[in-house]
């Protein structure tokens, strides 16, 4: 599978399900039980019921795909293609009324992704794309087809979209650019496809932070790196990934990895 002709849908009702499921969020922020999880990061009543509105919708459309959720785990056919869904990623920033959370939907099949859906709420964009359809953003200006910048040579203008776990081990010296943390992957991703970043960095993370922003970020004409040379790919089974992801245009990509340097696990708390 790799352009909408081969799904059993149309990406339009992906669409709609992700615009329920922002709704369903944004009624119920600032209205619902807060818990923190045993890796002391926070669940919210919003996180489960928006995740169960997704399967339930989502699962009409391909009743025989699989799911990956951040709350309900893996289900279904090991084999078989699988959502892979954040129902909101930035649980931190929707718990503290930050401005900037996002529902974040991708699928994904023998480690390749199918689609990206990444909505911001807050912010009334959605952002799509499917391999050979482009990537899409639609907000209250109109559809626009994205594109991502590349560049030869980084300013301290250019920005650089990281999270903490990436920032902190990292050696920034040789980078001659801006870091922004906006405390979800799913935004940065999105950011670094829309060409306001000229590119993300994550680490520390799963696949349900990165799968819905992936599609998209490719289709803008990005690739995606990990710094210790080895493959990326989506692999539902896999677990925290501790090798920094980068994902931008092919230039700027070696531009920051030749920055950066090879990563080196063994040291990986220094650097």
């Known amino acids: ?3 909408q002709t081969d799904l059993p849908f149309d990406i339009s009702k992906v669409l709609l ?15 619902c039980r807060v818990e923190v999880k045993p890796d002391a990061t926070f669940v919210t009543e919003a996180d489960k019921k928006v995740e169960l509105l997704l399967r339930d919708r989502l699962g009409k459309l391909a009743p025989d795909w699989s799911f990956l959720g951040e709350e309900g785990g893996f289900t279904g056919d090991p084999n078989a293609a699988c959502w892979v869904l954040d129902p909101i990623d930035g649980t931190n920033n929707f718990v503290k009324n930050l401005p900037v959370w996002c ?3 991708g699928a994904v099949k023998d480690v390749e992704p199918l689609l990206g859906v990444v909505a911001v709420p ?7 794309a499917v391999p050979g359809q482009g990537a899409w ?9 994205l594109q ?7 300013v301290h ?10 920032d902190q081990p990292m050696d920034w010296s040789n980078v001659t650019a801006s870091m922004r943390n906006f405390g979800t992957v799913a935004y940065h991703l999105v950011m670094a496809a829309s060409g306001n970043a000229c ?6 993370h799963k696949l349900y932070d990165i799968a819905g922003g992936i599609p998209i970020c490719r289709e803008a004409g990005c690739v995606e790196k990990l710094l210790d040379g080895r493959e990326w790919k989506a692999e539902p089974h896999s677990g925290t990934e501790f090798t920094p992801l980068l994902i931008a245009k092919p230039g700027t990509s070696k531009l920051l990895s030749d920055a950066f340097g090879e990563w080196r696990h063994n040291v990986g708390a220094t650097r």
Do not use: F, I
């Open 148 to 154: 991502a910048v590349d560049t030869d040579k980084l």
């Open 1 to 3: 599978m790799n352009s």
């Open 199 to 204: 590119a993300a960095l994550a680490r520390g």
């Open 137 to 145: 953003r639609r907000n209250a200006e109109g559809t626009t087809r």
């Open 103 to 105: 529902v974040s939907v």
């Open 17 to 31: 399900a992700v615009e329920e499921a922002s709704q369903l969020a944004l009624q119920l922020q600032g209205h």
């Open 122 to 128: 807050p912010l009334g964009e959605v952002y799509w």
């Open 157 to 166: 203008e250019d920005v650089v979209m990281c999270n903490t776990e990436a």
